[in-house]
Nanobody, 122 residues
Framework: QVQLVESGGGLVQAGGSLRLSCAASGSIYSINEMAWYRQDPGKQRELVATITSGGNTNYADSVVGRFTISRDNAKNTVHLQMNSLKPEDTAVYYC????????????????WGQGTQVTVSS
């Protein structure tokens, strides 16, 4: 079984910073793309940032220059450094990882974390 566990959410004032982490564990053979999404109640889940196994990154326009995604392949973790936070960044943040399991190396599937709340006060 594979599990993703997020941490690092919380309450912060506008202009502040938070660092989210997501650790994947279980019978993992390899991890392809990793990503962060966010969702506000009543809205669709939004892609925030992605990072490939080789370190190539992409960001939503709304977070360019403020958020940085990174990963540690040796530890199967992905991070999201969030600076200059705004009230509109308030959401539940989810990580997703495209994982190849040890018992099925011929295909990959997406796994999701349980989400971590980020609240930015004005």
């Amino acid at each position: 079984q594979v599990q993703l566990v997020e941490s690092g959410g919380g309450l912060v004032q506008a202009g502040g910073s938070l660092r989210l982490s997501c650790a994947a564990s279980g019978s993992i053979y390899s991890i392809n793309e990793m990503a962060w999404y966010r969702q506000d109640p009543g809205k669709q889940r939004e892609l925030v940032a992605t990072i490939t196994s080789g370190g190539n990154t992409n960001y939503a326009d709304s977070v360019v220059g403020r958020f940085t995604i990174s990963r540690d392949n040796a530890k199967n973790t992905v991070h999201l450094q969030m600076n200059s936070l705004k009230p509109e960044d308030t959401a539940v943040y989810y990580c997703r990882a495209n994982i190849v399991r040890v018992l099925d190396v011929y295909r990959s599937r997406n796994y999701w974390g349980q989400g971590t709340q980020v609240t930015v006060s004005s």
